[in-house]
């Protein structure tokens, strides 16, 4: 089993910045990728921001330009720079591992931290 704690989320004024932390522990050996989903009510989860082992990146087009994803493999951490935060950033995001031990793929979710972007 993997265990996900994310960390940093709040309260922020538009234009603003917040920084996400998620740190993954346990049986993490296999994990390859690592990212953000976010939902809000009523919508379906979608993806931020991802980052493989190797560093490859995805980004949501919505985010480019002002997210950046990093990632610790020593560390088991990934992190999610957040600037230029807009309203419609508003939505709870998840920490997500996706665990590869072959032939089977697991995936983990975090609890959720709530991001609100608000005047």
């Known amino acids: 089993q993997v265990r996900l704690v994310e960390s940093g989320g709040g309260l922020v004024q538009p234009g603003g910045s917040l920084r996400l932390s998620c740190e993954a522990s346990?049986?993490?050996?296999?994990?390859?990728?690592m990212g953000w989903y976010r939902q809000t009510l009523g919508k379906e989860r979608e993806l931020v921001a991802s980052?493989?082992?190797?560093?490859?990146?995805n980004y949501a087009d919505s985010v480019k330009g002002r997210v950046t994803i990093s990632g610790d493999n020593a560390k088991s951490t990934v992190t999610l720079q957040m600037n230029s935060l807009k309203p419609e950033d508003t939505a709870v995001y998840y920490c997500?591992?996706?665990?590869?031990?072959?032939?089977?793929?697991?995936?983990?979710w975090g609890q959720g931290t709530q991001v609100t972007v608000s005047s």
């Open positions: 997500h591992a996706l665990k590869v031990v072959v032939p089977r793929t697991y995936q983990y």
């Open positions: 346990g049986s993490i050996f296999g994990i390859n990728t």
């Open positions: 980052i493989t082992s190797g560093g490859i990146t």
